[in-house]
């Protein structure tokens, strides 16, 4: 892995802790479509870290979502409930921002800004680890 790699890698960890923070703050102050927004975010950022510490690159949000379900939660290497909380933010997300006449409230929202932080935090901690032979997740 270059130093540039390593670099990015660290960048869309910070990216990604610096915007649960925005979601805390949106959550504060009762704006439940942008908290979701950001929750998603966070861990989109967290994830595309991951994919790229294992050389796996896409330009879409689905094809980021396709090779994390399929190299990491499929494989057992992250659990299926921790996978899903991203599934399920990728869709809550994709309804609050594209859809017409969809709010999300507090009861909904709230709840799951615990569950990305921790789902962050464990994509993280993925990052550190070094497969013994160098090769990407099966």
């Given at each position: 892995?270059?130093?540039?790699?390593?670099?990015?890698?660290?960048?869309?960890?910070?990216?990604?802790?610096?915007?649960?923070?925005?979601?805390?703050?949106?959550?504060?102050?009762?704006?439940?479509?942008?908290?979701?927004?950001?929750?998603?975010?966070?861990?989109?950022?967290?994830?595309?870290?991951?994919?790229?510490?294992?050389?796996?690159?896409?330009?879409?949000?689905?094809?980021?979502?396709?090779?994390?379900?399929?190299?990491?939660?499929?494989?057992?290497?992250?659990?299926?409930?921790?996978?899903?909380?991203?599934?399920?933010?990728?869709?809550?997300?994709?309804?609050?921002?594209?859809?017409?006449?969809?709010?999300?409230?507090?009861?909904?929202?709230?709840?799951?800004?615990?569950l990305a932080e921790a789902f962050?935090?464990?994509?993280?901690?993925?990052?550190?680890?070094?497969?013994?032979?160098?090769?990407?997740?099966?």
């Amino acid at each position: 892995m270059t130093e540039s790699q390593e670099t990015l890698i660290q960048y869309r960890l910070d990216r990604a802790r610096e915007t649960l923070e925005e979601a805390s703050i949106l959550a504060d102050a009762g704006r439940w479509n942008g908290c979701l927004n950001r929750l998603y975010y966070a861990c989109f950022y967290a994830v595309s870290a991951l994919l790229l510490k294992h050389d796996l690159t896409t330009v879409k949000h689905t094809g980021i979502r396709s090779f994390f379900n399929l190299h990491f939660v499929k494989t057992g290497k992250v659990g299926a409930e921790i996978g899903q909380v991203y599934n399920d933010l990728f869709t809550f997300r994709t309804k609050s921002d594209y859809m017409d006449l969809v709010q999300f409230d507090e009861d909904g929202v709230r709840p799951l800004v615990s569950l990305a932080e921790a789902f962050v935090e464990e994509i993280a901690a993925l990052t550190k680890q070094t497969q013994n032979d160098g090769t990407p997740p099966s």
